[in-house]
């Protein structure tokens, strides 16, 4: 009987093993792309990014688009005047199979952006597909 409940407890547990690693394997490019964002380094982008990424955001009231090579190639190799004081949090992570979301915070003396973040896992890793944000000053 004991081993009957530990073997059902083994199939149970399996699931959310397998989802703390998926998530864990999701961090890696928000991390990536947090990184880039202290450093003003674009190959971190290209890392955390897909090459099929994009951004969309609303600018001047209007709705704008950037290809995620587009928003690489806004990271100059240096970091912004104001990065060493903003403080970069991954706020949560959720993933079901092969797709994810996250909400990270850009907490800076300027502004405080929120990032949300959609992901995809192909091939064993996970990139950002989806990149939509808020600023505020």
Known sequence: MIRMFAVIALFLAAPVALAAE???G??????????????GDAQLIRDAFWP???LVFIREGKI???SAEEFAARFTGKPSPTAAQTKRTIERVEVAGDAGVAV????????????FITLLKRDGAWRIIHKSFHAQP
């Open 22 to 24: 998926d998530a864990a």
């Open 26 to 39: 999701a961090r890696v490019p928000l991390e990536a792309y947090l990184k880039a964002q202290a450093t």
């Open 52 to 54: 099929e990424g994009h």
């Open 64 to 66: 704008s688009t950037l």
């Open 104 to 115: 990270l915070t850009l907490d800076g003396p300027t502004h405080r952006i929120t990032d």
